[in-house]
């Protein structure tokens, strides 16, 4: 075994600095979950027990085998808008009768549950993972359609909820739609779509128009349960495939669907796998507060990957990007890591080919994300940073193995996309509260914005306002630090959700789990043209 040697001093001052800080960004992250945790509040919440109903999150502990992990994703969507954290859903991966399942659940303690632009993006994002994954899909419906004042931003893109449940259909991933309350107008579509549903006794609702549209469409005189009540769907209708008495009996109703399935992953289990050889809590020393100090990427992987044991690739050449092949929770994985935050040629050639040695082998790729771009400058230019760069981001582009990046400090420019960032579609995405990421560095980017302003009004011979370039260049730093900070990007869904480093190997492990459910190949060719 290649059993990685660790230097970290757990007794240094330095280390002691660095945990001190993670700390009290996690102590920061934990007040912002609990924000999406509260719901709409204890006002809405003690209506909602009042009505004898379960809160979202108590429908999905009661959905999921017992002392199973639940891997909730995108928690703080919408942080930092005008949407309550979290945007009235509930998503995420979990086991069902022995089956892993990504989980939708209404909160309807937060406007009823109704959709608002972040909501629909986090629906969206679970049915990619689902449809990628082929993890069959359950919904705990609870909502009232469309947030009105917000239906601009939500009517038109929200058509592809609706596509996404067939789809998922239509390639063999089972869906699955539990109702227990309103799932009405375009929301009706919803169990409408589904492959199986169930409904709740004198609870669900699931009608296009309700009565009062009804009356004013028709001058037709109804109510809620004629119209669209469980007992009409399963008896009348034959829109409700099961009838349960109440929320309890629906989830148990569920879970015996999902048993039912026969839905079987693409890839035998592995064995169980030995455990790092160094304690995952020291991960909270490593990163530095200030990314502007570099540190060994080794010692994070050696935290994380199975007996500490890690074959490395080109090891003395491009050495500010560390490459190798390891194992995860029994499964292989090549992973690529940022050593010293500049990509060179060196590191982009090297990144390429040990992308495409994964795909001729199909190998997952993990990217551990500290770079702050590819190198500028005129010797670097002359020497092809362009083409060596453009290769590397060719060769993330075509790969074809399922990807997983994990955000650790900076992400920065071009660096994030060869670093296969956000949109270039990895299979998760997931960030520490030590990550940043952006064009650049907030202090370049004003910088370079000074540099400009200066210039222009040298050209026009206009006498240059230092006073005012000071004031600029401190207000645009502020802004791009803010707007590179986790939580706000993670609002944006830029991520699948901020992590705890000490979670890290049990995050992945999850994710490496769910997408063996779905068989892969690496490419073997088709990466275009390099540029030699």
Not at 326 to 351: D, T
Not at 446 to 452: C, E, F, T, W, Y
Request: proline share 6%.
């Amino acid at each position: 075994m290649t059993v990685l040697a660790s230097a970290l001093d757990t007794s240094s001052a330095e280390y002691a600095a660095h945990r001190e800080t993670m700390l009290g960004k996690l102590a920061d992250l934990d007040t912002e979950h609990a924000k999406a945790l509260a719901g709409g509040g204890e006002k809405y919440v003690a209506r909602h027990r009042k009505r004898g109903k379960l809160l979202a999150r108590e429908r999905i502990e009661l959905l999921l085998d017992p002392d199973t992990p639940f891997l909730e994703l995108s928690p703080l969507a919408a942080w930092g808008s005008d949407y309550t954290v979290g945007a009235s859903l509930v998503t995420g991966i979990g086991v069902v009768e022995g089956v892993e399942c990504l989980i939708t659940a209404n909160d309807p303690t937060v406007r009823g549950g109704a959709s608002n632009p972040w909501s629909l993006k986090k629906a969206l994002r679970a049915n990619d993972i689902a449809y990628a994954n082929r993890l069959p899909s359950i919904s705990l419906v609870e909502s009232g359609g469309a947030d009105l004042p917000s239906q601009k931003e939500i009517f038109i893109p929200g058509g592809a909820i609706f596509r996404d449940i067939t789809r998922l259909s239509a390639a063999g991933i089972p869906t699955v739609a539990v109702v227990f309350g309103n799932s009405t107008a375009g929301g009706a579509y919803i169990p409408g779509m589904s492959d199986h549903v169930i409904m709740v006794k004198e609870r669900a609702k699931v009608f296009l128009g309700g009565p009062p549209l009804v009356k004013m469409a028709t001058g037709e005189e109804s109510d809620d349960e004629s119209l669209g009540g469980a007992e009409m769907h399963a008896r009348v209708s034959g829109l409700a495939d099961y009838f349960a008495v109440d929320e309890r009996d629906a989830l148990r109703q569920a879970r015996r669907v999902v048993a039912r399935l026969n839905h079987r992953k693409a890839y035998a289990d592995p064995a169980p796998a030995e455990p790092p050889k160094y304690d995952p809590e020291e991960l909270l020393g490593i990163v530095p507060g200030d990314l502007k100090h570099p540190f060994d990427p080794r010692e994070v992987i050696a935290r994380i990957v199975d007996g500490s044991d890690f074959d490395e690739f080109k090891p003395l050449y491009g050495t500010s990007l560390t490459t190798g092949w390891a194992s995860l929770h029994g499964y292989p994985v090549g992973i690529l890591a940022n050593a010293r935050g500049v990509l060179f040629s060196e590191e982009s050639q090297k990144a390429a080919q040990f992308i495409q040695l994964a795909n001729q082998r199909d190998i997952p790729l993990l990217f551990l994300h500290n770079t702050t771009g590819y190198m500028v400058g005129k010797e670097y230019e002359q020497g092809g940073i362009i083409k060596h760069g453009a290769m590397m981001i060719n060769a993330v582009s075509n790969s074809r193995v399922p990807h997983l990046s994990v955000l650790m400090g900076a992400s920065y420019g071009a660096g994030h996309y060869g670093m296969c960032g956000r949109a270039y579609d990895p299979r998760f995405l997931f960030a520490w509260p030590s990550a940043k990421s952006a064009v650049m560095g907030p202090q370049q980017l004003a910088g370079v914005l000074s540099i400009v302003a200066r210039q222009s009004a040298a050209a026009k011979g206009q006498p240059y306002d230092d006073d005012a370039d000071a004031a600029l260049r401190a207000m645009v730093e502020q802004q791009i630090e803010s707007e590179s900070l986790p939580m706000f990007l993670s609002g944006r869904l830029y991520d699948d959700g901020v992590i705890d480093p000490r979670d890290t190997r049990t995050v992945l492990g999850l994710c490496l789990s769910a997408i063996h459910t779905a068989p892969y190949e690496g490419a073997r060719g088709g990466f275009g043209v390099f540029r030699m």
